[in-house]
Nanobody
Framework: QVQLVESGGGLVQAGGSLTLSCAAS????????MAWYRQAPGNQRELVAT???????NYADSVKGRFTISRDNAKNMVYLQMNILKPEDTAVYYC?????????WGQGTQVTVSS
């Protein structure tokens, strides 16, 4: 089994910054792409950013230039640096990990951006 634990969410004013962290543990041999998703109330869960084990990244258009995904393979951690936050970034943010072609999810962390 794979466990993903997110941290770093909270309340921030528009224009501010937050950094989310996600720690992977358990049966993580073969840990490959990691990602961040988010889900706002009434909306479907959407992809925010992905990063391969080799460091190749991909971003949703809505966060390009503002968010940065990174990872530490030695620590089995993935991060999401979020800058210039907007009220529309308010959502529960979920960590996702692909391990041997299976997808695992964290419990989510709330990010609230006030205007």
């Amino acid at each position: 089994q794979v466990q993903l634990v997110e941290s770093g969410g909270g309340l921030v004013q528009a224009g501010g910054s937050l950094t989310l962290s996600c720690a992977a543990s358990g049966s993580i041999f073969g840990l490959n792409t990691m990602a961040w998703y988010r889900q706002a109330p009434g909306n479907q869960r959407e992809l925010v950013a992905t990063i391969t084990r080799g460091g190749r990244t991909n971003y949703a258009d809505s966060v390009k230039g503002r968010f940065t995904i990174s990872r530490d393979n030695a620590k089995n951690m993935v991060y999401l640096q979020m800058n210039i936050l907007k009220p529309e970034d308010t959502a529960v943010y979920y960590c996702n990990a692909n391990v041997l072609s299976l997808n695992y999810w964290g419990q989510g962390t709330q990010v609230t951006v006030s205007s």
